[in-house]
């Protein structure tokens, strides 16, 4: 399915479209992916590794129920004259991929997968069940060895040079310890899930420290981002903290209600969440190669020492503290900006249009409110963008180059997989 608004429609015509979504209701892709960020928020995987979570889910999903629709090419499961009912297909194939990624989990999916079954009358020999379990085993053989949660990875602590990340301190409860080592950069050696090469995914790098681009990026992350901002509005303070959970997890809320809104079959609903998590799969794969690849620093170490990066446009400030917590691995790239532009992409080339309208809901406590409607893509990604600098993490080159960075690889993403079957 794909909601295709011409050129020559008219405003009107696409107000009409947008404006007026489908019956809200439940569907079992989106079903199952409720219960994937369940088992990702009780496992406490970071943002980068629940991208990958997410994409091995739904590409089970995806190769189960596409098994018996037909009407997409497989993700990589062939299962020839595959028959029975999509939504057992569905609940089969993400129990079993669950439990594949979150084996400590698996007393409570299979009660999950057991209730599902009878709160939809789906019988347990229905042969979907068992299309279902070859999409998942397929699946789940794929990314054996595939580079994650390699046995004792040495810590990582950057280096003290000009520029340079390096552990850096937290100030508010909640994020993670001080000074605490860079998180999973092993996540920059994963295998990728639709390209071969992350080195094909190079980004320009940042600003050089003494260029004018550094000066500005600097300063305005200085002025906005900081814990005692007056420049920065209270709208502004709020659409920090709103973005400030977990990218992945957000995108998630935000995709099961664009399926509910716009989307009556569940083959439709499989192929935009599995495309969707693949790019923001490979997003966040690339994101984190770049990150551990330029090493670079945040703007607590950045105006806390600037007295000693060559520009005398930059001024230190030891006191200065940012809005949030920062993060403990590098700046450049924003993994928040790349992942989700990866996501918003593929989600205009579903739709073909930006203007979708849509809900998305943050688990951080300070925000308020708590969830957002937004009706244009755009929109959303431009929070993004700000809500980093605006949070004290992020510069806006940083940002910028992670949106270029997603696109590209959502572009390839959406050119060469789960196209129409021949």
Same mark, same amino acid.
């Given at each position: 399915?794909?909601?295709?608004?011409?050129?020559?429609?008219?405003?009107?015509?696409?107000?009409?479209?947008?404006?007026?979504?489908?019956?809200?209701?439940?569907?079992?892709?989106?079903?199952?992916?409720?219960?994937?960020?369940?088992?990702?928020?009780?496992?406490?995987?970071?943002?980068?590794?629940?991208?990958?979570?997410?994409?091995?889910?739904?590409?089970?999903?995806?190769?189960?129920?596409?098994?018996?629709?037909?009407?997409?090419?497989?993700?990589?499961?062939?299962?020839?004259?595959?028959?029975?009912?999509?939504?057992?297909?569905?609940?089969?194939?993400?129990?079993?991929?669950?439990?594949?990624?979150?084996?400590?989990?698996?007393?409570?999916?299979?009660?999950?997968?057991?209730?599902?079954?009878?709160?939809? %009358?789906?019988?347990? +020999?229905?042969? @979907?069940?068992?299309?279902?379990?070859? $999409?998942? *085993?397929?699946? /789940? !053989?794929?990314?054996?060895?595939?580079?994650?949660?390699?046995?004792?990875?040495?810590?990582?602590?950057?280096?003290?040079?000009?520029?340079?990340?390096?552990?850096?301190?937290?100030?508010?409860?909640?994020?993670?310890?001080?000074?605490?080592?860079?998180?999973?950069?092993?996540?920059?050696?994963?295998?990728?899930?639709?390209?071969?090469?992350?080195?094909?995914?190079?980004?320009?790098?940042?600003?050089?420290?003494?260029?004018?681009?550094?000066?500005?990026?600097?300063?305005?992350?200085?002025?906005?981002?900081?814990?005692?901002?007056?420049?920065?509005?209270?709208?502004?303070?709020?659409?920090?903290?709103?973005?400030?959970?977990?990218?992945?997890?957000?995108?998630?809320?935000?995709?099961?209600?664009?399926? %509910?809104?716009?989307? +009556?079959?569940? @083959?439709?609903?499989?192929?935009?969440? $599995?495309? *969707?998590?693949? /790019? !923001?799969?490979?997003?966040?794969?690339?994101?984190?190669?770049?990150?551990?690849?330029?090493?670079?620093?945040?703007?607590?170490?950045?105006?806390?020492?600037?007295?000693?990066?060559?520009?005398?446009?930059?001024?230190?400030?030891?006191?200065?503290?940012?809005?949030?917590?920062?993060?403990?691995?590098?700046?450049?790239?924003?993994?928040?900006?790349?992942?989700?532009?990866?996501?918003?992409?593929?989600?205009?080339?579903?739709?073909?249009?930006?203007?979708?309208?849509?809900?998305?809901?943050?688990?951080?406590?300070?925000?308020?409110?708590?969830?957002?409607?937004?009706?244009?893509?755009?929109?959303?990604?431009?929070?993004?963008?700000?809500?980093?600098?605006?949070?004290?993490?992020?510069?806006?080159?940083?940002?910028?180059?992670?949106?270029?960075? @997603?696109?590209?690889?959502?572009?390839? $993403?959406?050119?060469?997989?789960?196209?129409?079957?021949?």
């Amino acid at each position: 399915m794909k909601l295709k608004l011409h050129k020559w429609a008219s405003a009107a015509t696409v107000a009409f479209f947008i404006a007026i979504p489908a019956t809200l209701r439940a569907d079992a892709v989106a079903d199952w992916n409720a219960i994937a960020e369940r088992s990702v928020v009780t496992a406490a995987h970071p943002p980068p590794v629940a991208s990958l979570d997410f994409a091995i889910v739904h590409a089970a999903i995806y190769d189960g129920i596409m098994a018996i629709d037909g009407r997409y090419q497989p993700y990589y499961v062939q299962i020839p004259n595959a028959s029975g009912s999509m939504d057992a297909a569905c609940a089969k194939a993400g129990h079993d991929i669950l439990v594949y990624l979150f084996p400590a989990q698996s007393g409570q999916l299979d009660a999950d997968y057991n209730a599902y079954l009878a709160q939809h %009358n789906i019988s347990p +020999s229905d042969p @979907g069940v068992a299309v279902g379990a070859q $999409a998942a *085993a397929g699946i /789940a !053989a794929l990314r054996s060895n595939d580079g994650r949660f390699p046995p004792s990875p040495p810590p990582y602590f950057g280096n003290t040079g000009t520029g340079q990340w390096r552990p850096t301190p937290s100030y508010e409860p909640g994020g993670p310890p001080s000074n605490a080592p860079g998180l999973t950069p092993w996540v920059a050696d994963v295998r990728p899930f639709t390209f071969n090469d992350v080195a094909d995914y190079t980004t320009e790098g940042p600003a050089a420290l003494t260029s004018a681009e550094y000066t500005a990026d600097f300063n305005e992350v200085k002025s906005m981002g900081s814990k005692t901002s007056t420049a920065r509005t209270a709208a502004q303070t709020q659409i920090a903290y709103f973005w400030a959970d977990s990218g992945p997890l957000m995108w998630q809320r935000a995709l099961r209600d664009i399926s %509910n809104r716009y989307l +009556s079959n569940i @083959g439709d609903s499989a192929r935009m969440f $599995a495309l *969707a998590d693949l /790019a !923001a799969g490979d997003a966040q794969i690339a994101c984190w190669s770049t990150k551990y690849e330029f090493n670079f620093w945040r703007p607590i170490s950045a105006i806390t020492l600037a007295d000693q990066d060559g520009n005398p446009a930059t001024q230190a400030d030891p006191n200065w503290r940012p809005l949030i917590n920062t993060p403990n691995f590098p700046e450049y790239v924003s993994g928040h900006t790349t992942s989700s532009e990866a996501i918003v992409e593929i989600l205009e080339n579903l739709f073909g249009t930006k203007k979708l309208e849509f809900t998305i809901t943050t688990a951080n406590g300070l925000a308020n409110p708590k969830t957002q409607t937004y009706s244009n893509l755009s929109d959303a990604i431009r929070d993004v963008v700000d809500a980093r600098i605006y949070a004290g993490i992020h510069y806006r080159t940083s940002d910028v180059h992670g949106v270029t960075l @997603g696109k590209r690889i959502a572009k390839h $993403a959406f050119k060469h997989y789960l196209r129409a079957a021949q």
